[in-house]
């Protein structure tokens, strides 16, 4: 079935250090990928999103890559910072998921040494 | 602007008994979607309602009910609770589902602790 996951559970870096986390996504027909940060005690927070047409976006300090061919996702974090520590899905829409309906990963927790 | 609000945030029910979640979106927004997430099973999609239509549901049971207000204000429902109901729920509301492809702003959630 449909699934979207990361391989990676938990991610330690220091302070500063660039982080690249992972996601494989299964359904061919995902169109539309985002990803979330959630702290402690929060709902999930927006981050950056990426449309299937689409290879690279950047942000502030944070770049989503889509490679289609091996339907891969990932996030990568510019000078990582301890606010930054909180654990981070990727999520997929496809047009069979309209609206919504968003399909999460299983999250990478990623901890940021001072 | 304010954002998602969910009340209540944590509660405490015994099983059999029924829960109501309450849901307000960002102004403006008219789609509201619910979410269950549990250590288990990460974040599963429960339903969205969209005019104060069901638009999309997820698989759960059908103890598992909600509804959707004119003034957008969802509430979801469980009835019957039982142990493995125990999870932090989630609501997300998004403007444009035209599209397909949605940002979607989440609330704090609401803990629901069933013994």
């Known amino acids: 079935g449909e699934s979207v996951g990361l391989h990676l559970p938990t991610l330690s870096v220091q302070e500063g250090d660039n982080s690249i986390i992972n996601c494989a996504y299964s359904?061919?027909?995902?169109?539309?990928f985002i990803w979330y940060k959630q702290e402690s005690g929060k709902g999930p927070q927006f981050i950056i999103d990426?449309?299937?047409?689409?290879d690279k976006r950047q942000g502030q300090r944070v770049t989503v890559l889509l490679n289609k061919t091996v339907k891969h996702l990932s996030l990568q974090i510019a000078a990582t910072q301890p606010g930054d520590s909180a654990v981070y899905f990727c999520?997929?829409?496809?047009?069979?998921?309209?609206?919504?309906?968003?399909?999460f990963g299983q999250g990478t927790e990623l901890s940021v040494k001072p | 602007k304010a954002g998602v609000t969910q009340t209540p945030r944590y509660l405490i029910k015994t099983r059999g008994q029924q829960v109501t979640l309450s849901c307000s979106p960002i102004?403006?927004?008219?789609?509201v979607s619910w979410y269950q997430q549990t250590p288990g099973q990460g974040l599963q999609f429960l339903f969205e309602y969209f005019s104060e239509t069901q638009r999309n549901k997820g698989n759960f049971p059908g103890r598992f009910s909600g509804r959707q207000f004119s003034n957008s204000r969802s509430e979801m429902n469980v009835s019957t609770l039982e142990l493995g109901d125990s999870a932090l729920y989630l609501c997300?509301?998004?403007?444009?589902?035209?599209?397909?492809?949605?940002?979607?702003?989440f609330g704090a959630g609401s803990r629901l602790t069933v013994l």
């Open positions: 990426i449309r299937s047409n689409m």
């Open positions: 999520a997929e829409n496809s047009i069979y998921n309209q609206g919504g309906k968003l399909i």
């Open positions: 102004s403006g927004h008219r789609s």
């Open positions: 997300a509301s998004s403007q444009d589902i035209h599209s397909g492809a949605n940002v979607l702003t």
């Open positions: 359904n061919s027909a995902s169109d539309y």
